[in-house]
């Protein structure tokens, strides 16, 4: 693993950091390498950038029943998986 050590601040201190479920750790050493990692990341991406609630609140009155998935969770699972290279949505 790269490790680069910062000696002297630059930049502002009024900066706010950003909140994050969980902190994303990037690492050239070959361990626990996955081919699909940054699936993850774009997911929680539409979380973050409001995409999940927003897609949800369009489609929340057109459903008739309550909701077995949130529509706008579904609408992010499905294309995180295009983009991941999916070419087919079967249910099983």
Known sequence: MLRVQVLEREGTSRVKRSKRSRRVTVSADGVGVVSHAGVGV???????TGLVAGVSQALADTYAGPWVHAPGRVFADLAVAVADGADCVARS
């Open 42 to 48: 774009l997911r929680e991406l539409a979380l973050a």
